[in-house]
């Protein structure tokens, strides 16, 4: 063999070796990449802003009440009772204060806002700017929250940046209001049932306008979280079961979470399959100590899916060990989803924990219509 070609082949071997070596580099450092984070460094890299103090809050609101007097701001002269033909969009500013007890909204704008929220004012948009601006937000996830019964605009505000700021929740939160509540007199607190049913009536109006709102948000391709509580069950479950069968079987929804749903048992099976089609997971906080939904029952006439059922598919939670009324009065009540024992469970739940492996939770009974329990 002449020398020429022995260094030929020197070279090529040389340069096959090198290769190798750079080959099996790179897969150490592609299999280095791939192992798991510990949790604490996950968590502290997600949670940038750690809402540790007094705080204005942006809440991005889609409604469909009819606008009142206050075009400025969020307060009780904002929006109304009743249905409107086109939605409204905008962002309330909220600030939310530090010293006060988790799940107090108690609003008061000329006192220390350190103890009380205040209504800072509000910023109006069109359908297209709104949807655009959420689209080009550097947040990649969003959490829409839905109220439920005699919840007035302001209060529906506040308490969506409430949960936002409990939860340390990173993405950009949607509230979407329908038209619930009531004049504040005394005779329109007095006559709850007729406030009830005036409610109940604007609910299922707005299935068809929370369906085209959820068409609009899917489309900004951000992961979604959806937490709804009470009578806005009535809004957004046909809505989902309709998308779903419109949409095919993409799981566009990360987290879908029930508090206390004031919805028809027998009607909540038939729409589940649409549920479960887009969720990828299901979450139901139930208690069948909930006196609003036992008067709901007499009033409807058939039993409600918060007061604990099983349904395949979903992780249903029975919150009552944590509200413990005496007598019926007393405890968390209806309102449970904005309180701690909830707030620090959904928190693991909007990071992905399973139910099992989740603080504070353990298996029911077989017997018992829940799946879990939330313990003291």
């Given at each position: 063999m002449k020398h020429s070609q022995k260094n030929e082949i020197s070279k090529h071997y040389l340069t096959s070796k090198l290769l190798t070596k750079l080959f099996f580099l790179n897969l150490i450092?592609?299999?280095?990449?791939?192992?798991?984070?510990?949790?604490?460094?996950?968590?502290?890299?997600?949670?940038?802003?750690?809402?540790?103090?007094?705080?204005?809050?942006?809440?991005?609101?889609?409604?469909?009440?009819?606008?009142?007097?206050?075009?400025?701001?969020?307060?009780?002269?904002?929006?109304?009772?009743?249905?409107?033909?086109?939605?409204?969009?905008?962002?309330?500013l909220v600030s939310t204060p530090t010293n006060r007890a988790i799940g107090d909204i108690s609003l008061d704008n000329k006192a220390d806002k350190s103890k009380f929220f205040q209504l800072k004012g509000r910023l109006n948009l069109n359908e297209?700017?709104?949807?655009?601006?959420?689209?080009?937000?550097?947040?990649?996830?969003?959490?829409?929250?839905?109220?439920?019964?005699?919840?007035?605009?302001?209060?529906?505000?506040?308490?969506?940046?409430?949960?936002?700021?409990?939860?340390?929740?990173?993405?950009?939160?949607?509230?979407?209001?329908?038209?619930?509540?009531?004049?504040?007199?005394?005779?329109?607190q007095v006559m709850v049932r007729s406030v009830y049913e005036s409610n109940?009536?604007?609910?299922?109006?707005?299935?068809?306008?929370?369906?085209?709102?959820?068409?609009?948000?899917?489309?900004t391709g951000k992961k979604l979280h959806l937490v709804v509580h009470s009578m806005g069950h009535q809004v957004v479950l046909p809505a989902i079961s309709?998308?779903?069968?419109?949409?095919?079987?993409?799981?566009?929804?990360?987290?879908?979470?029930?508090?206390?749903?004031?919805?028809?048992?027998?009607?909540?099976?038939?729409?589940?399959?649409?549920?479960?089609?887009?969720?990828?997971?299901?979450?139901?906080?139930?208690?069948?100590?909930?006196?609003?939904?036992?008067?709901?029952?007499?009033?409807?006439?058939?039993?409600?899916a918060g007061m604990c059922f099983k349904y395949p598919g979903v992780d249903v939670i029975n919150v009552n060990e944590v509200d413990s009324p005496v007598l019926g009065v007393g405890g968390l009540g209806h309102?449970?989803?904005?309180?701690?024992?909830?707030l620090t469970d959904m928190y693991q739940v909007l990071f992905g924990v399973s139910v099992e492996k989740r603080l504070f939770i353990r298996r029911s009974g077989a017997n018992n219509g829940e799946n879990w329990v939330l313990r003291k």
């Amino acid at each position: 063999m002449k020398h020429s070609q022995k260094n030929e082949i020197s070279k090529h071997y040389l340069t096959s070796k090198l290769l190798t070596k750079l080959f099996f580099l790179n897969l150490i450092i592609q299999l280095w990449s791939c192992v798991p984070k510990e949790i604490g460094v996950m968590i502290n890299e997600t949670i940038q802003e750690p809402f540790d103090d007094q705080k204005i809050i942006n809440v991005h609101y889609v409604t469909t009440r009819r606008e009142l007097t206050n075009k400025e701001n969020c307060d009780e002269a904002a929006y109304g009772f009743i249905t409107d033909i086109n939605p409204h969009y905008g962002t309330c500013l909220v600030s939310t204060p530090t010293n006060r007890a988790i799940g107090d909204i108690s609003l008061d704008n000329k006192a220390d806002k350190s103890k009380f929220f205040q209504l800072k004012g509000r910023l109006n948009l069109n359908e297209s700017d709104f949807f655009s601006k959420l689209k080009e937000s550097k947040a990649k996830e969003i959490l829409i929250f839905v109220h439920g019964f005699n919840v007035n605009f302001d209060e529906a505000a506040t308490r969506a940046a409430q949960i936002k700021f409990d939860l340390k929740f990173q993405g950009d939160v949607v509230l979407y209001s329908w038209p619930a509540g009531s004049e504040a007199s005394l005779l329109g607190q007095v006559m709850v049932r007729s406030v009830y049913e005036s409610n109940f009536a604007e609910a299922k109006i707005n299935r068809n306008p929370f369906l085209t709102f959820l068409k609009s948000i899917k489309s900004t391709g951000k992961k979604l979280h959806l937490v709804v509580h009470s009578m806005g069950h009535q809004v957004v479950l046909p809505a989902i079961s309709e998308a779903s069968a419109e949409g095919g079987a993409s799981k566009w929804i990360t987290e879908l979470v029930l508090n206390a749903p004031d919805y028809d048992r027998a009607e909540f099976s038939l729409v589940l399959p649409g549920l479960l089609g887009v969720s990828n997971r299901v979450t139901l906080y139930c208690s069948p100590g909930d006196n609003a939904l036992l008067a709901s029952q007499k009033v409807n006439g058939g039993q409600r899916a918060g007061m604990c059922f099983k349904y395949p598919g979903v992780d249903v939670i029975n919150v009552n060990e944590v509200d413990s009324p005496v007598l019926g009065v007393g405890g968390l009540g209806h309102g449970y989803y904005s309180s701690r024992p909830i707030l620090t469970d959904m928190y693991q739940v909007l990071f992905g924990v399973s139910v099992e492996k989740r603080l504070f939770i353990r298996r029911s009974g077989a017997n018992n219509g829940e799946n879990w329990v939330l313990r003291k």
